[in-house]
């Protein structure tokens, strides 16, 4: 491949995202973004972890731009290919048009859902710096680093990811999931250290979040900044059922941090272990278990969003 135009984005399709959607729109969306006079080049992921190769092979080849044809799991293997084997990538840009089920990234952004809006905000080129997210699993001598864009959690949401990988219901897959999932669940004892302070207690769930939003609108982390360098870490303590069904409103209202058995930090490292591996999911892929390291690359890319 010749090397390419400033102005000539890396577009990389997700066919499985949206249920297939994805795939379906490709002509639709090209449409859109041809509408706009874009330049790009479109690559097709053809199985699980293609798109991290793919976005990893486009840097190479000189590629800056980028834009993610999916959602929040697409992001995160385009972020994870970028940022490969601790490179921090110098001027690189990211883009998204959503088709995916979630897509919590572009709720906290405010990226519209439509194509034709979409293909209009990469052309307008309004960008903003955005944190990265660094997950680093396992012990020291098999150590696997994974970046996020917007959520990563340990312990109970990282269980429904893998429970309802198999079972697709839209938006409502990880409420489902949730629901279905609390009856055969064993909250875990966590041992946490951040910024020096050692604690262990019983979590329902540990969240460290750059953006607000995962789950599919759980509005996990309400005064998260994607740009300050720090992880707003949500910590749930083991809840009852009746607890669960009572405040689950809390869960998509705001009002989380609120709740009594809620713990809020934000710090830019947190530690996470337990005397069994517990596991941990980022941007709804699951990734591994603990024991897990959360960090952040500050600023470590620019990304394309409505300007204000």
């Known amino acids: 491949m010749s090397a390419p135009g400033p102005d000539t984005w890396f577009a990389i399709l997700n066919p499985a995202s949206g ?7 490709r002509g639709r969306i090209e449409a859109c973004l041809r509408n706009q006079g874009l330049e790009w080049t479109t690559a097709v992921s053809e199985h699980p972890g293609g798109t991290v190769e793919l976005a990893t092979r486009a840097l190479r080849e000189g590629f800056t731009r980028f834009i993610a044809i999916g959602g929040d799991g697409t992001l995160n293997e385009i972020v ?14 990211l883009g998204l048009i959503p088709v995916g089920r979630g897509n919590d990234w572009a709720r906290t952004h405010r990226i519209p859902r439509g194509y034709a809006d979409a293909a209009a905000l990469l052309r307008a080129g309004h960008t903003t710096a955005h944190d990265i997210g660094v997950a680093e699993l396992g012990p020291p001598q098999r150590r696997v680093r994974r970046c996020f864009i917007n959520v990563a959690g340990v312990g109970f949401d990282a269980y429904v990811v893998a429970q309802t990988r198999a079972t697709r219901l839209g938006p409502f897959t990880y409420l489902a999931g949730l629901l279905r999932g609390f009856v055969g669940y064993r909250v875990p004892r966590l041992r946490l250290l951040a910024q020096g302070e050692q604690s262990e207690a019983p979590l329902f769930v540990a969240f460290a979040a750059l953006g607000r939003y995962c789950g599919g609108g759980m509005h996990i982390a309400p005064q998260a900044r994607t740009d300050d360098g720090l992880l707003d870490v949500t910590l749930i303590g083991e809840v009852s059922k009746l607890d669960l069904i009572v405040n689950l409103r809390r869960l998509f209202d705001g009002t989380i941090l609120a709740y009594r058995k809620v713990r809020a930090l934000r710090v830019p490292r947190l530690e996470v272990s337990a005397a069994e591996p517990v596991g941990v999911q980022a941007d709804g892929e699951w990734i591994g278990e603990t024991p897990a390291t959360f960090s952040v690359l500050p600023r470590a890319l620019r990304v394309v969003v409505p300007a204000r």
């Open 19 to 25: 249920g297939g959607r994805a795939w379906r729109d």
């Open 80 to 93: 994870t290919g970028l940022f490969a084997a601790d490179q921090r990538p110098q001027g690189c840009t």
